[in-house]
């Protein structure tokens, strides 16, 4: 058992911070496993669905980081598991469905490169995540390199593809700065080390390394700073309630089985 | 011309020079190049993609593989609706990748199947127009989680009987593919039984949904090896392209999962079922071959449903598959 000792306004907001990166995890996890079985090629089915399990596996570590935070005896399966649809706080980037896969690249192009400017801002203060955080990285490396080599090549093969991409990165654009919306209790977080920099700072970094990426595509897209930090993980939409009520449906079946 | 496979320091000199044996005889006649062809896989030898083969021996392997390709890319339908509803994150990771891993097993057959001459589109095309085939199981439908624990142990498991067997085919790249699936489908078979032992100590509600499963999928699961066949009208294992008939693999199935599926305390819908310690070996009612029949011809309860949905999802990746097959333009 992880030992926190934190004030208690600190393990709050460090609480929150783990809930969201975990929740979108966990979310995004799911639109990619929607791919297993059905992606465009074989060799693309075997490349998502890993991604997808990386993902899953970053949720699993990150809601048992967060069940050693509250310590009330939820494990990650409850605190993941268990919930109505309106406590759950991933960003409004992943509350779309699944799409065609246009939309499934661009956003993973868009949640990828946001989540490295995020993970890019988590410091050793609470040593636990800064460790789990560096595995992390390690592999989202991967998931980044996926995704560029993606957007370019359908920004790049022009016609339906090229449309098809630029249509779903537009969509896509008023909610992809959600998940770099200041968090609750940031000073706190930034005070302790567990942020080495605020949230802003890193959305001003993403757009600008977004923009370094898509502008020599052709393609430029508006990326506005998140204006309510609280709403960017809130008031999910009936896509992802539809989600929620799949994912929970066995569970909720037999309430307190072992599965 | 020298033979690539004959440089190939990955085989051992022996079968390097069996290759060399069998792959110049090509100014032999017919005949007697069928006969060192014969001699070559009838004695345990293995054909490679480059070596001659008689055309009826290609088409067979062809045959063989595609529909294992087919099965295992079917195979993935009625597990995968249920990655999204699992019921804990653990058993989500399994199952993600228990299906990944039999997509990677279509693509890894595809791929031998390739090399024997069809294009993979083509063998869409003919799985989707219902010109080939794929197994029995993968037509009918999963209705609940213990579905999931009762095909990764069960239907898994008698696919391994037929799998270990083919490790062993005379068709190389078959043979070594097998390797890998084998290994992979038995950590299938752990995750299914994992499954399965959780329902069977869990609740009474899930302990009828298992039973319940176990009784739908038996009759299934008795008809997957197929009818009883006389052993030397088979050429597959004159071949040696597969190596047991079916009753030998429904027997090996019922001698190894009978007891362990009894010893959890569940039953089996089958009263005729005992093993004969006199004859050696296991009596069962007679599986219904009509029904066999009429489910792999694609008219299984999932059968159109399963196919439609292959095609229009093939349809909706269309302009990927274009996208990635053209050559890449400048930027705009």
């Not at chain 2, 990764?152 to 390797?179: E, F, H, N």
Request: charged letters at 30%; proline letters at 5%; aromatic letters at 8%.
């Amino acid at each position: 058992m992880t030992v926190v000792r934190f004030a208690p306004s600190t393990s709050t907001a460090l609480a929150e911070l783990l809930l969201s990166m975990a929740d979108d995890e966990f979310v995004i996890g799911f639109s990619d496993s929607e791919w297993t079985g059905i992606a465009p090629i074989l060799e693309e089915d075997v490349a998502m669905s890993s991604i997808a399990q990386d993902e899953l596996g970053h949720a699993k570590a990150l809601y048992e980081l967060l069940a050693s935070v509250h310590n009330d005896g939820r494990d990650a399966d409850a605190l993941a598991y268990d919930r109505e649809p309106e406590a759950y706080r991933h960003a409004r980037l992943l509350d779309h469905r699944r799409g065609d896969w246009a939309l499934a690249i661009a956003r993973r192009f868009l949640y990828d490169t946001a989540d490295a400017a995020r993970l890019a801002s988590i410091g050793d203060g609470w040593p636990p995540l800064g460790e789990l955080i560096a595995k992390i990285r390690r592999e989202e490396r991967y998931h980044v390199m996926h995704a560029l080599a993606w957007a370019d090549r359908l920004a790049r093969a022009g016609g339906e593809a090229r449309e098809r991409f630029v249509a779903a990165l537009e969509a896509l654009a008023p909610d992809a700065p959600t998940v770099l919306a200041t968090p609750e209790g940031e000073a706190a977080l930034l005070e302790a080390g567990i942020l080495t920099r605020p949230m802003s700072a890193a959305f001003e970094g993403w757009r600008t390394e977004v923009a370094g990426i898509l502008v020599p595509l052709g393609i430029t897209l508006r990326l506005e700073a998140p204006a309510d930090a609280a709403a960017a993980r809130t008031g999910h939409s009936d896509d992802f309630r539809w989600l929620w009520g799949e994912f929970t449906s066995v569970r909720r079946s037999d309430p307190g089985a072992t599965w | 011309m020298t033979d690539p496979l004959a440089l190939d320091p990955v085989l051992p000199p022996r079968e390097r020079s069996e290759l060399r044996a069998r792959a110049w005889n090509e100014d032999l006649p017919h005949d007697e190049r069928y006969e060192h062809f014969e001699a070559h896989v009838r004695g345990g030898g293995k054909i490679e993609p480059h070596d001659w083969m008689p055309d009826e021996y290609r088409t067979a392997v062809l045959r063989f593989v595609e529909m294992h390709a087919n099965s295992e890319l079917m195979g993935v339908l009625p597990e995968r609706e249920w990655i999204m509803r699992a019921p804990t994150l653990r058993r989500k990771l399994a199952l993600t990748s228990k299906v990944q891993d039999e997509v990677g097993h279509a693509q890894l057959l595809y791929r031998v199947a390739e090399d024997l001459g069809k294009p993979r589109e083509a063998m869409f095309d003919d799985l989707l127009a219902g010109k080939t085939k794929f197994h029995n199981v993968f037509h009918y439908p999963t209705r609940t989680w213990a579905d999931i624990g009762v095909i990764a142990w069960l239907v898994d498991a008698a696919a391994i009987v037929a799998q270990q067997a083919l490790r062993d085919s005379s068709y190389g790249p078959y043979a070594r593919t097998m390797q890998k699936i084998c290994w992979e489908e038995s950590v299938h078979i752990m995750h299914g039984r994992d499954v399965v032992v959780t329902l069977a100590n869990g609740t009474t509600t899930q302990r009828e949904m298992l039973q319940e499963a176990l009784d739908r999928w038996w009759g299934p699961l008795m008809q997957m090896h197929g009818p009883r066949s006389d052993r030397s009208k088979d050429r597959d294992l004159h071949w040696r392209i597969k190596a047991k008939t079916s009753e030998e693999l429904r027997q090996e199935f019922l001698t190894i999962y009978v007891p362990r599926i009894l010893e959890l305390g569940l039953t089996l819908p089958d009263p005729e079922l005992a093993f004969d310690k006199e004859a050696g070996e296991w009596r069962y009612a007679d599986p219904d071959w009509n029904e066999l029949r009429t489910v792999v011809t694609n008219h299984g309860p999932k059968s159109h449903e399963r196919l439609e949905f292959r095609r229009l999802n093939r349809e909706a990746t269309a302009w990927v598959r274009a996208a990635i097959l053209a050559e890449p333009r400048a930027a705009a």
